[in-house]
């Protein structure tokens, strides 16, 4: 795996005395360095600060928050999105990451230079180009001992379902959706997260769509009636599915769209036929992309009962429902693949951020002892 | 049906001189009035004058076109397309739609003084607000006499395959896709024309988009391989599925997308069955549309046999194909409505507008003889 870490050609980084700044251990295994875990997603930015344990002690759990800051956007480029909402120019989008770094280390009571890691997970990673132009931004706040790394969001997702571990897959299904995974051997694979007009159905945008569609076509006479119309045009105001066009196209947010998915989850309970349709699809869709890595990953072992986990994340997974879209997903794994076992997340990405770079540091580490 | 056209009070505006104007016969029934059809489209503005005969005589066939202009876009405001692409202000619009009938009367050797109708069909007019906006625009333009109409683009392209009769059903399938009918009393429906959001499948973009859905599909381990990714690929100039989701959302053109049309055709045609079933679903979904229409308005009559003209518009229906889509989408409707004939307009919308102008006033003209 690529982690597109940055080093600086230091290799014994751990070992480094950062001047200025006293390393003494604080009788837990950390010293007063500290590891930043920041979270870009497409509406906010979460960064978190946790102490450096030192790689002889396993890491506590929970995983002790030194200190915690919410921003804006400082998402600049991201897949699928770009053309779709109000994104910050470059220049924007990086004052407000040095700017929730610094009220995090500030509210930990540190400060830049006891930094020693710091990990970005940003939706819309997708390239190397994308994650070079941000590690650029990164090595121009910090000086070179620091070690960067910058994932895709997903990849900090699974962090925070598997303390930091690199393994099984994750499925993100909230506005959008993806799957990512990790074998043991680092390699990596994913499916889905194309964004909308590229098929991603089992999302929330992709479910609230399928149903805005549902009104139109029973209105226009394609279709079969559905408890849907009367819901959604409750939901959204409106009185006649003629307005549904001029609603949809008037705000081209897509999370505007799925944030309609409990309407659907609510027909689907009530036993609409259309809305439960909806909703089987959806999670035949989020099922095969799980199912799509864990093949090319080979993530089920030679005999395909081989454990592995699968991190839960988003709005569309949460099982706050009766029609649990999330368990239903997870049956359908199972199905092909009974070693598939679910985990939700009990720290946010930010948190996984970090502990994906604690688990990188700890790797070079054990990589540079074994040298 | 509510033509929305616009008479200002005035019942016998045929039988009105206007002032400093000389209606002499021209030995063809005509005399020196004319009739403007515009054709109001999301790229362009196309407007024709022809000539207004009266109401003793039929139409000529062809229909003699007096002078042709073609300008910019004069569609301020269309449904599905406002977020998508740059439009022109509503200033800028109505300029450009005055512009386009100077030229057009000009190159007829005509004036502003000899226009004795217009009739406007603008793609994305829903709403008897938009009608009225847009009424008030032409009303600004022409003295109180002049009969203005203004309609949804799909009326003018039935009335472009029916020689200005409002009967039967038009379907439309381009970039988008819309069917739309008229019963011989006058009712109207419509189905889809709800734009990529809301299910227009059929269209050249939702056939498209599927498309490339299939590619990243077949490229993550979701879908079968398919030639659709060598050929599309080639197509764009790319060299690898993953930047796809770059090249779709670089660019919100919804056309850009539909104009890979002929690449899952050529697929079709050289029997991969992932193109095939694109198609195959297409000519479903656009059979469908109309199917709802003809329906709601019973155009089959009693028996379910009786006759009407179906008018196929549109790249995607273009019969110069092996795998013909319009072709296809007729023998669906057929097997449910023998007595649909399909008719391929002879002539271009903006004439469809004119001629339906020109049926306005004739009926008009006839109503007032008989009252």
Redesign the interface.
């Known amino acids: 795996m690529n982690n597109y870490g940055e080093s600086n050609g230091d290799s014994n980084v751990h070992e480094k005395q950062v001047e200025g700044h006293d390393h003494c251990e604080n009788g837990d295994g950390s010293d007063n360095r500290v590891i930043l875990g920041i979270d870009g997603g497409t509406t906010s930015t979460v960064c978190v600060c946790i102490p450096l344990f030192s790689s002889s002690k396993s890491l506590p759990n929970p995983t002790p928050i030194l200190g915690r800051a919410v921003s804006g956007c400082s998402n600049h480029n991201s897949?699928?999105?770009?053309?779709h909402v109000s994104y910050p120019t470059e220049t924007a989008a990086r004052g407000t990451l040095e700017e929730v770094m610094a009220e995090a280390l500030s509210k930990s009571g540190s400060d830049w230079s006891a930094v020693h890691a710091v990990c970005l997970g940003v939706s819309g990673v997708?390239?190397p180009t994308d994650q070079e132009r941000i590690l650029n931004w990164l090595r121009e706040i910090f000086p070179s001992h620091v070690k960067l790394y910058v994932q895709n969001d997903a990849v900090a997702a699974l962090a925070s379902g598997t303390m930091g571990k690199l393994h099984g897959c994750v499925l993100i299904a909230g506005t959008g959706c993806i799957s990512y995974g990790f074998a043991e051997d680092g390699r990596e694979?994913?499916?889905?997260g194309?964004?909308?007009?590229?098929?991603d159905w089992g999302s929330g945008y992709g479910i609230a769509?399928?149903a805005?569609?549902a009104v139109?076509?029973a209105h226009?006479?394609?279709g079969p009636q559905t408890m849907l119309t009367n819901k959604i045009l409750k939901a959204l105001s409106l009185s006649s599915p003629?307005e549904?066009?001029?609603w949809?196209?008037?705000?081209?947010s897509w999370a505007r769209?799925a944030a309609l998915v409990p309407e659907v989850v609510s027909c689907a309970e009530a036993c609409d036929q259309v809305a439960t349709k909806i909703l089987v699809d959806a999670v035949q869709d989020l099922a095969?992309?799980v199912k799509?890595?864990v093949?090319?990953l080979h993530l089920c072992g030679e005999d395909g009962n081989g454990s592995f986990p699968v991190v839960m994340v988003g709005g569309v997974l949460e099982a706050n429902r009766t029609w649990d879209i999330g368990k239903e997903v997870m049956k359908c794994i199972q199905e092909q693949f009974p070693g598939a076992h679910p985990i939700r997340p009990q720290v946010e990405p930010a948190v996984g951020a970090a502990l994906l770079a604690w688990n990188f540091l700890m790797k070079e580490s054990t990589g540079n002892s074994h040298s």
């Open positions: 897949v699928g999105v770009t053309v997708n390239h694979a994913r499916a889905s194309a964004g909308p007009v590229l098929g769509a399928k805005l569609t139109i076509r226009d006479g394609r003629d549904l066009i001029g949809t196209y008037a705000d081209p769209i095969l992309s799509a890595v093949q090319r």
